[in-house]
C-alpha cells in the first residue's frame, strides 16, 4: 500500500472516529515549573503543552488567557467596573488606582511550537499566535513557553493578602490555553466573569519560600520532602521547597499558600479525602474544626442524588474574596459563623458536578452552572438542616420558596434579561446575578414540577453520567429529559432560555358543570405570556384531595408522578393558543371547599392571589 493511500485511509477513520462520538474534546497535558518570589510577588516559569487537535478542522491560530493582565488600570475589566450601573463592591475603582507593584500581569517571553518559534501578540488578557504550521485534525503539537507574571494586590478572586490576611490565592495564575470546541475558539477577554477550559492533566511544580504551606488542585507527589502536616516535618529547612503535584482530567489548576495555614484532613468511608487549609484562630478555628463531619454528610448526599465524585481528594481552602470554585478545591474567606461556613462550602462544592464535571460553557451559559448549583446547593442545606447541623434552621417542604420570590424581584424590577445573554454582556450586575443563580435555579425546580420527581430523579443523574467531561450545551441537558420522561420539552427551554416571558395562571370562574349535573366546571386562564403544564389540587368537606396534571398539547404526554402526588388524575392536555380551559371534574360543587393552583410551589406563578377558590 502506497503512502498516500495510507494516510488517507487513516484521515477517514479519523473522521469515523469523530462521528461516532457524542463531542469531540481537545486535549492539553500542562508541565509547569515556576520560581516563586515572595519578596516581589512575582514568579518565572516555564511551560510545556501537549496539545491534541481532535476536532475535525485545521487550526491556524492558537489563544491563551493572561488572566492577571486584567488587573491594571485602564484594562477592560477596570473600565467595566467603573462604568457598570451597579459595581461590585470588591472591584468598583480599585483597579483604576494599583501602583505598579501592585498590579498583575503575566507576559510571555517566548513560545514555541514543536521546537519552532512562532509569532504572537499580547492584546490584554489574550495572547494571540499565528501559526505558519496549521494544526491537522487528530495531531499532536508541543507548546513550550516561558513567561514572568506578578501576583496582583487582591482584587477579585486572586491576588495577594487578602481581607483574612492570606497571603495568596493563586488562580488564573497561568497562561491558559483558549477552548476550541463545536463552537469554535473562546478567547473571550477576562471581564470578571466565568470561565472555560481545556480538558487535560497537570503536573505542576512549585518552588517556593519553605515557610509556605499549599493545598490545591492536584494530588501531591512528594509529601514526605514537605511536612507540615502531609508528613513529618523535614529534618532541616531548605530556603525553598519544591510542590510537586498532579491532577488527572480536569480544566484548570488553583492553589493557595501561606505560612500559617493549619492543615487537617478528614477520609471518607468511600476512601475520598478531604483537606482543610485555614488559619487557625478565635474567628476560624472552633468552626473550620467542626465542618469536615457536616462536609462528609454533603458529600453523602450529593453522591448519591447527582453523581459520584471521580477524584480521590477535595480541598478547602481559606482565600480569595467569597467563595469561588476550581477543580478538586475551593477558596472560601473563612472568618465567618458556621452556618455561613457550612453555606459556602457546600455551595462551592456543588460546582464540582455542574462545573467541574459537566463544566459547561459558563460564559455562555453561567445559568447551566451557578443556576444549578444553587439548586443542588439547596437541596443540600435543606438535608444538612434536617440532621440538626444548621443552627436555628430546620428542614422544610419547599427550600425553594426564596428563590422564587427572588426570581419574582428580578421580573417585577423590569431589568431582567435572557438567559442567553453572554455573562460579560449583561447590562447590570443585578440581573446577571438573579439570571445565572435564581433563575438558573427554578430552570432546574419547575423542569422538576413539569417531568415530575421520579423521571427527574433519574433525568438528573443520566445527565451527570452522561455528559460529564464532555462541555453540555443547554439543548444536551434537555434531550436527557426528554428522553427519561418521553416528553418534549424543547418549548420549555425556548421559553426560559430565550425570552424574559413570565408564567401567571389563574382561577377564572367555579360553576355547576353544564356537560354533567353532578360535576363542577373550573374554568382556568393564562394571564402570563409562557405557557406551563398545571396541577390543581381539590379539596373536598372531608379533607380528601384530588390532584389533577394538566399538560400542554406540545408536550405530548404527562408527569409520571403517581408516588409523590396522592390520587393523581391526567387531564386533558390544554393547547398553548387557547388563553382559557375548563376542567370539569366529577365532583358537586357544594362538596368542594377549596381549589388550588400548585400548591406544591413548583410552579414559578407570578400572582399567587389568583390561584386558589375557597368557599
Known amino acids: 500500500m502506497n503512502k498516500a493511500l495510507s494516510l488517507l485511509l487513516c484521515f477517514f477513520g479519523f473522521l469515523l472516529t469523530l462521528t461516532a462520538q457524542d463531542r469531540w474534546q481537545q486535549h492539553a497535558e500542562y508541565n509547569m515549573v515556576i520560581d516563586f518570589d515572595v519578596e516581589t510577588h512575582q514568579y518565572s516559569g516555564k511551560q510545556t503543552i501537549t496539545y491534541t487537535n481532535n476536532s475535525p478542522d485545521e487550526l491556524t491560530k492558537l489563544f491563551y488567557h493572561l488572566y492577571f493582565n486584567a488587573f491594571q488600570p485602564g484594562s477592560m475589566m477596570d473600565v467595566r467596573s467603573r462604568t457598570i450601573a451597579d459595581p461590585d463592591r470588591r472591584v468598583g475603582d480599585r483597579i483604576s488606582k494599583l501602583s505598579p507593584a ?27 499566535v499565528s501559526l505558519k504550521n496549521p494544526i491537522q485534525p487528530g495531531q499532536t503539537v508541543q ?35 483558549c477552548e476550541y470546541d463545536y463552537q469554535g475558539w473562546h478567547s473571550n477577554p477576562y471581564i470578571g466573569r466565568e470561565f472555560h477550559g481545556v480538558w487535560g492533566d497537570f503536573d505542576v511544580t512549585i518552588n517556593i519560600d519553605s515557610k509556605y504551606i499549599l493545598g490545591g488542585t492536584g494530588y501531591l507527589q512528594n509529601p514526605e520532602q514537605i511536612g507540615y502536616g502531609y508528613s513529618a516535618e523535614p529534618t532541616s529547612r531548605p530556603e525553598k521547597l519544591s510542590w510537586h503535584f498532579k491532577a488527572p482530567n480536569v480544566h484548570d489548576f488553583a492553589w493557595g499558600a501561606d505560612p500559617d495555614y493549619t492543615h487537617t484532613s478528614f477520609k471518607r468511608k468511600d476512601g475520598m479525602t478531604m483537606h482543610f487549609f485555614y488559619q487557625a484562630g478565635e474567628k476560624t478555628s472552633e468552626n473550620w474544626e467542626m465542618l469536615p463531619e457536616v462536609m462528609d454528610k454533603a458529600f453523602e448526599y450529593i453522591n448519591n442524588r447527582f453523581g459520584q465524585y471521580p477524584y480521590k481528594q477535595y480541598s478547602f481552602i481559606q482565600g480569595g474574596d467569597g467563595g469561588m470554585e476550581y477543580p478538586m478545591a475551593t477558596l472560601i474567606t473563612g472568618e465567618r459563623v458556621f452556618s455561613s461556613l457550612v453555606g ?60 422564587y420570590k427572588g426570581y419574582s424581584y428580578l421580573i417585577e424590577s423590569g431589568l431582567e434579561e435572557p438567559l442567553s445573554t453572554h455573562a460579560d454582556h449583561f447590562k447590570t450586575n443585578f440581573a446577571y446575578g438573579n439570571a445565572a443563580y435564581t433563575k438558573g435555579s427554578v430552570f432546574l425546580r419547575q423542569l422538576q414540577y413539569i417531568v415530575g420527581d421520579e423521571v427527574f430523579t433519574r433525568a438528573i443523574k443520566r445527565y451527570f453520567d452522561e455528559w460529564k467531561f464532555k462541555h453540555p450545551n443547554p439543548n444536551d441537558l434537555i434531550r436527557v429529559f426528554e428522553k427519561e420522561s418521553g416528553l418534549e420539552l424543547d418549548w420549555y427551554k425556548e421559553y426560559m432560555v430565550n425570552t424574559t416571558y413570565s408564567v401567571d395562571y389563574a382561577i377564572d370562574t367555579v360553576k355547576t358543570s353544564t356537560k354533567q349535573r353532578t360535576g363542577t366546571d373550573i374554568v382556568l386562564k393564562n394571564v402570563g405570556s409562557m405557557p ?18 394538566i399538560p400542554l398539547v406540545i408536550m405530548r ?33 357544594e362538596k368542594i371547599s377549596k381549589i388550588e393552583i400548585d400548591p406544591s410551589g413548583g410552579l414559578a406563578d407570578q400572582n399567587a392571589e389568583n390561584n386558589t377558590y375557597m368557599k
Open 344 to 403: 459556602v462550602s457546600v455551595h462551592e462544592l456543588m460546582h464540582s458536578w455542574f462545573q467541574m464535571m459537566l463544566a459547561t460553557n459558563e460564559s455562555l451559559y453561567a445559568w447551566m452552572d451557578e443556576g444549578f448549583t444553587s439548586f443542588g446547593s439547596a437541596e443540600v442545606m435543606n438535608y444538612l438542616a434536617g440532621l440538626g447541623y444548621i443552627q436555628g434552621r430546620e428542614a422544610v417542604e419547599n427550600p425553594f420558596a426564596g428563590t
Open 102 to 128: 501592585e498590579i498583575g500581569y503575566q507576559r510571555v517571553k517566548s513560545l514555541k511550537v514543536d521546537g519552532k518559534k512562532v509569532g504572537f501578540k499580547e492584546v490584554e488578557t489574550i495572547l494571540e
Open 532 to 549: 406551563m403544564p398545571v396541577d390543581v389540587t381539590i379539596t373536598n368537606n372531608r379533607g380528601k384531595q384530588l390532584t389533577y396534571s
Open 557 to 589: 404526554g404527562n408527569k409520571v408522578d403517581a408516588k409523590t402526588m396522592k390520587n393523581f388524575i391526567a387531564a386533558e392536555a390544554w393547547p398553548w393558543t387557547s388563553e382559557s380551559y375548563t376542567l370539569t371534574v366529577k365532583m358537586p360543587l
Open 143 to 177: 507548546l513550550d513557553m516561558e513567561f514572568e507574571a506578578q501576583v496582583p494586590a487582591q482584587i477579585r478572586r486572586s491576588g495577594r493578602d487578602n481581607a483574612e490576611g492570606i497571603s495568596y490565592s493563586m488562580t488564573q495564575w497561568y497562561p491558559k490555553l
